[in-house]
């Protein structure tokens, strides 16, 4: 499927969100938000988009944002906000893994298979 101009700027602009112009990583104004507000409706928003996002990001700043859901989960007291942040960490916990099966499959294929399939004269382009 060919990834239309549009989508590539969304995409582009979700993960802009997360890194500065160094690309370090920095908080998004959900979090900023919540930090500030300690709202269930700002923490549901939150939640909300970072899995609405994660599908864009890369490893690294997946990382990031489930060791932000595991400081709420240390530190929120309310057993419905717990279960729900344990929902949404587990959601992009396990996006995270596909991704890092993705990436492995992938290196696999560069590195192992496709040296193995040439040297047997097999074209991989």
């Not at 582009?12 to 409706?41: C, M, W």
């Not at 489930?66 to 989960?73: G, H, P, V």
């Not at 344990?86 to 294929?109: G, P, T, V």
């Not at 590195?111 to 991989?124: F, Q, V």
Request: aromatic residues 12%; proline residues 2%; contains cysteine.
């Amino acid at each position: 499927m060919e990834e239309t101009l549009e989508y590539k700027l969304y995409k582009l602009s979700v993960i802009q969100k997360y890194l500065t112009d160094s690309y370090g990583h920095r908080d998004t104004p959900a979090f900023i938000r919540y930090n500030h507000t300690k709202t269930k409706e700002d923490l549901q928003r939150l939640l909300d988009e970072y899995l609405e996002d994660s599908v864009f990001l890369g490893v690294n700043i997946l990382d990031d944002i489930l060791d932000k859901i595991e400081y709420f989960l240390d530190t929120l007291q309310d057993k419905d906000s717990l279960a729900q942040c344990q929902f949404f960490y587990d959601m992009i916990y396990d996006l995270r893994e596909a991704k890092c099966d993705k990436l492995q499959a992938s290196d696999w294929q560069v590195k192992a298979l496709n040296p193995l399939l040439n040297s047997l004269g097999i074209d991989t382009e």
